[in-house]
């Protein structure tokens, strides 16, 4: 709980500033008489000093007392308030009721379909791996000819069909290549995941170069131009 101040505290620490800053005046005043007087310029010296931190001591004490007395009447005027905004407070709970209906839904649309890429990337790899072998059994190799395929040292598969050539996907990467893509296009390309997700992106546009190509862009949302930092002519 925040520490009410009260304005027998203000008064007092202005009282205190006052009495300060007449024992500056006192001690300037004996400085003057004496301008050569170490004792005097030292008991001026801790004067001034007192005065100027029991001055601004006063000064936050009244700032912060002001913004307490500001914080009642807001909370005093708070209800009559939120009655005249009635209609704007039930609209505007219509409104994001629906608004987060549509987000929850559109979040379940989204992870169902990339449950569905999920699962197509896995059937795709393992159809891969079962042709490669199949072609390689029958003693056609992914480097000879129009059709084989091969898996090597480090298990990866390679297959080859009339000289088209199909290479495995990792499912979470063209996962982030689509989240990616959607960003660039649709929150702008200064939004963080653009440059967060640009290693896996750019791991299935060389792995995978045809994708971009089979799968098109999203439609994509004009931004304004962020503001640019001018620099000042000299001449």
């Keep these: 709980m925040a520490v009410q101040i009260t304005e027998v505290q203000v008064r007092q620490a202005e009282a205190r500033a006052e009495r300060a800053e007449e024992a500056r005046?006192?001690?300037a005043r004996k400085l003057e008489a004496s301008p050569y007087s170490d004792v005097a310029a030292m008991?001026?010296?801790?004067?001034a000093?007192?005065?100027a931190q029991e001055r601004a001591n006063a000064r936050e004490i009244r700032q912060a007392y002001e913004r307490q007395l500001e914080e009642e009447r807001r909370r005093a005027s708070r209800p009559a308030l939120e009655k005249a905004a009635a209609a704007e407070i039930r609209q505007a709970g219509r409104d994001m009721d629906g608004r987060r209906k549509?987000?929850?839904d559109a979040a379940v649309a989204a992870q169902a379909a990339l449950v569905v890429l999920v699962d197509a990337g896995v059937t795709y790899n393992e159809a891969l791996a079962g042709h490669v072998q199949v072609l390689a059994g029958a003693g056609l190799d992914f480097r000879d000819g129009e059709s084989g395929g091969e898996r090597s040292t480090l298990?990866?598969?390679r297959l080859k069909v009339h000289g088209r050539e199909f290479h495995p996907v990792d499912p979470g990467s063209v996962g982030a290549w689509v989240l990616r893509r959607v960003a660039?296009?649709?929150?702008?390309?200064y939004h963080h995941l653009v440059p967060g997700l640009e290693w896996l992106w750019r791991g299935v546009e060389m792995t995978q170069p045809g994708l971009k190509g089979e799968v098109?862009?999203?439609?994509?949302?004009?931004?304004?131009?962020?503001?640019?930092l001018r620099v000042a002519r000299v001449d």
Excluded at 43 to 47: F, I, Q, T
Excluded at 184 to 189: C, D, G, Q, T, Y
């Design 25 to 27: 005046a006192v001690a």
């Design 43 to 47: 008991e001026h010296a801790d004067a």
């Design 49 to 51: 000093r007192t005065a």
């Design 102 to 104: 549509a987000l929850v």
């Design 155 to 157: 298990n990866i598969d």
């Design 184 to 189: 660039e296009a649709r929150l702008s390309s």
């Design 216 to 228: 098109a862009v999203p439609p994509v949302k004009v931004f304004p131009e962020p503001p640019r």
